[in-house]
């Protein structure tokens, strides 16, 4: 089994070195003869000079159905374009590709190509920065894309002192529980939040930002 991996920068490089390093036969394709060279200089891999859209060049390859290609070129409609291509000629099962636009991640998933969003990264990560609040964890296989958090309730919050009912808690998210100074509860209905509370909650992964901006009101 060899891991292709097609297009990009920097990224393939490091990406390369730890593959390697486990033992992985890695294949590069890029335009770039500069950095083709660079790479056959520094790395123990393959690499081919040429565009991973032409047939031509992947057919240097000798693609197997069980090989593993990785698409890290800069625009969606490429990546879709090469991993459309490879699964159609070389029956290749298993195609990872870069996702620069989130929009596109339907079209890519219906024809069974794994994405790497970089926006929803770059979210996922700054969310909790942004609302002060922490992400205790993602449940992606157990749950199939839920999420933990944890959110501190401010004295000037507009859910202080109303009772868990009340809330009129937005679908896709439930409190869990709530620490109180050193006590976990396990809330209510009737249970009324106060300054200072954490509250846990879980809910889909979509609906962690409304979740941070609710409790947060």
């Known amino acids: ?12 490089y490091f990406l390369a070195k730890r593959l390697i390093a486990q033992g992985y036969d890695v294949y590069f394709v890029n335009k770039d003869e500069e950095l083709c060279e660079e790479y056959s200089r ?3 891999a393959t690499v081919v ?20 290609v990785v698409l890290l070129t800069e625009r969606d409609r490429k990546n879709f374009f090469i991993a459309r291509l490879v699964q159609e000629y070389y029956g ?6 870069l996702l620069n636009n989130s929009e596109n991640r339907d079209l890519f998933e219906r024809f069974g190509i794994t994405t790497l969003g970089v926006t929803d990264l770059i979210m996922k990560n700054i969310e909790p920065l942004l609302f002060e609040n922490e992400i205790i964890t993602t449940l992606e296989e157990e749950t199939k894309g839920a999420t933990v958090l944890k959110v501190t309730v401010e004295w000037d919050s507009l859910i202080v002192r109303k009772k868990i009912k009340d809330l009129n808690i937005p679908d896709g998210m439930v409190v869990v529980g709530i620490i109180r100074a050193d006590k976990f509860i396990i809330p209510r209905g009737e249970t009324t939040i106060e300054p200072g509370d954490e509250m846990i909650i879980v809910c889909n992964n979509d609906k962690v930002p409304e979740a941070l901006s609710f409790f947060n009101s």
């Open 1 to 12: 089994m060899k891991i292709i991996i097609i297009g990009g920068e920097r990224v393939p």
């Open 42 to 44: 520094t790395l123990n």
């Open 49 to 68: 000079v040429g565009d991973g859209t032409s047939k031509k060049v992947l057919d240097q390859l000798e693609i197997d159905s069980k090989d593993i």
């Open 92 to 97: 290749v099962e298993h195609v990872v590709t």
